[in-house]
């Protein structure tokens, strides 16, 4: 026996049937929205930043909100101007950079000195205003010096610098960077210099950005040198190895294992993706990086 169904109820079926579709789509896309927002979440062993220069066409709102859904603390290398743009997405910069001189002319050169303790006489209280950190600062070129020459001179220039920092609780960080591949003659190119450097100088204000792409390059032997000097590292960045790239199995390095040497220190500073993505979707390979190194 067939059973009339008139057109109300028809329809009224169909809207039930569509709003019970909705809901389930609604349901669908919160649980994927929870799904991915579960995935960002990071195991706080190691507090993740990301340097912004590796993402040129990645404007920083953006990378930004990117990185905030991957578990990122920070985005860094960023001035003072940028400092409003990472707090309205609750992010930090752990480690701002503009020093006068960059890489090749600084603090070796005792010409250098009245200007780069003139940036952080007006950049450190700003630093401490927003709740960062750590400032970059570079020894420079050789440029035929000698390296005690110059780390006598570093001395001299950071024990100005020290005082600054002290005194707004900030740190001066100098990076250590090869000088076999890509900044030819940088003076401060092997951990041992650099951790006289800080023994030299003496206070608990000034320490080394430990590069392990530079690192690994000039030195190898990550993991012992990290273990070794720790106490003298204020912050990491990453880089496959060689091209610094991305830091998968496509280059020598095995990160997990050095962050866990990291982990092991008890360091409880930043980890930041310095990688130049190969590929197309370069906010995939910084999400990649995360991972790998979220150990």
Known sequence: MKTKISRRSALGKMAAGAAAASVTANLAERITAAETAAAAVVKGRINHSVCKWCYPKVPLEDLCAAGKGMGLQSVELLMVDD????????LICAMVSGVPGGITDGLNRLENHDKIAAYYEEV?????QAG?????????????????????NCVTGLKRIAPICEKHHVVAAMELLNSKVDHKDYMCDHTNWGVELVKRVGSEHFKLLYDIYHMQIMEGDVIRTIRENHQYIAHYHTGGVPGRHEIDDTQELHYPAVMKAIVETGFKGHVAQELIPARPDVLASLKQGVQICDV
């Open 83 to 90: 400092f409003q743009t990472l707090k309205k997405h609750d």
């Open 124 to 128: 450190a209280p700003k630093v401490a």
């Open 132 to 152: 960062f950190k750590n400032i970059i600062c570079f020894s420079g070129n050789r440029k035929g010096m000698s390296d005690e020459q110059g780390l006598e």
